[in-house]
T-cell receptor, first 109, second 118 residues
Framework: DAKTTQPPSMDCAEGRAANLPCNHSTISGNEYVYWYRQIHSQGPQYIIH???NNETNEMASLIITEDRKSSTLILPHATLRDTAVYYCIVRGPGNKLVFGAGTILRVKS | GAVVSQHPSWVICKSGTSVKIECRSLDFQATTMFWYRQFPKQSLMLMATSNEGSKATYEQGVEKDKFLINHASLTLSTLTVTSAHPEDSSFYIC???WGGGGSYNEQFFGPGTRLTVL
């Protein structure tokens, strides 16, 4: 599976949109982009995944560039509870989820 | 999303004893289950993958005789840490996924088990 690159940390003001970038320049055609987050001392929580079209659910939006080499996770109105480590993972069909270092998002009041 | 539970949520044991951790998918049938380990301030590291009724596949560097995995049913997998030592102290997290080998389905994670070996 392709590797991903994320910034180590980001800050966001409460109530503002949090935009978390992810680079996956070696992604192949059948690999999806997944986003998970992990709040301190808890198991990871699934957020969203997509192939090439933009996706939206009740938690977030996922914007994937046309060449699929990068994506952005958008939390539209960040709250203090969104403070967590966010993981961007590229996975092929049936393959394992392999976690990188992720981005520490700090939402501040 | 689907719910995955783990038991116990935390355990303290003496060095040399064995500890069993249970992982259950509560509202779906988990074709595949995964076990991860996470040390403080580090990311999750995949230990092994198991399919129901089959032997687990271990990642490189993970001792299969030390970390025994049993995936006896579509809703239950167990991880037994045998002859635990202080260096095995960690946060153990299981994950479950439904669907076959070509699945893009999302994996759901349990809340984790904090193991402390004295």
């Amino acid at each position: 599976d392709a590797k991903t690159t994320q910034p180590p940390s980001m800050d966001c003001a409460e109530g503002r949109a949090a935009n978390l970038p992810c680079n996956h320049s070696t992604i192949s055609g059948n690999e999806y982009v997944y986003w998970y987050r992990q709040i301190h001392s808890q198991g990871p929580q699934y957020i969203i995944h997509g192939l090439k079209n933009n996706e939206t659910n009740e938690m977030a939006s996922l914007i994937i560039t046309e060449d699929r080499k990068s994506s952005t996770l958008i939390l539209p109105h960040a709250t203090l509870r969104d403070t967590a480590v966010y993981y961007c993972i590229v996975r092929g069909p049936g393959n394992k989820l392999v976690f990188g270092a992720g981005t520490i998002l700090r939402v501040k009041s | 999303g689907a719910v995955v539970s783990q038991h116990p949520s935390w355990v303290i044991c003496k060095s040399g004893t064995s500890v069993k951790i249970e992982c259950r998918s509560l509202d779906f049938q988990a074709t595949t289950m995964f076990w991860y380990r996470q040390f403080p301030k580090q990311s999750l590291m995949l230990m092994a993958t198991s399919n129901e009724g089959s032997k687990a596949t271990y990642e490189q560097g993970v001792e299969k005789d030390k970390f025994l995995i049993n995936h006896a049913s579509l809703t239950l997998s167990t991880l037994t840490v045998t002859s635990a030592h202080p260096e095995d102290s960690s946060f153990y997290i299981c994950s479950a996924r439904w669907g076959g080998g070509g699945s893009y389905n999302e994996q759901f994670f349990g809340p984790g088990t904090r193991l402390t070996v004295l």
